[in-house]
């Protein structure tokens, strides 16, 4: 989103009702009314294209460990064989 008060970015509007996806990059109109299903209940989604202190807090916060050899990271060995025997 493009403000001069904050980073730049895209907003990405995606209707509740049937999942179609429309994104800003300059402003985002105050009502919206998708053309599939004529809904207007929409979940926004910012994604800032300028990396500042924090959005990269917010990424290292979200980012998951992964170790080579992890079927699945932070997975322990006693979840992997209950799945194997369900």
């Known amino acids: 989103m493009a403000n001069s ?5 895209v907003v990405t509007m995606v209707c509740l009702t ?3 996806e ?5 402003r985002v109109p105050s009502a919206i009314t ?4 004529q809904g207007t209940v929409w979940r926004q ?5 300028n990396a ?5 807090d917010q990424l290292e916060s979200q980012a998951r460990s992964i170790q080579y050899g992890d079927p699945s990271p932070e997975t322990t060995p006693d979840e992997i ?3 194997d025997e369900g």
């Open 5 to 9: 008060s904050g980073p730049r970015g």
């Open 18 to 20: 049937c999942g179609n």
């Open 22 to 26: 429309k994104s800003f990059t300059d």
């Open 34 to 37: 998708c053309e599939r299903c």
């Open 45 to 49: 989604y910012a994604t800032p294209t």
């Open 52 to 56: 500042d202190e924090a959005t990269i």
């Open 81 to 83: 064989r209950d799945l």
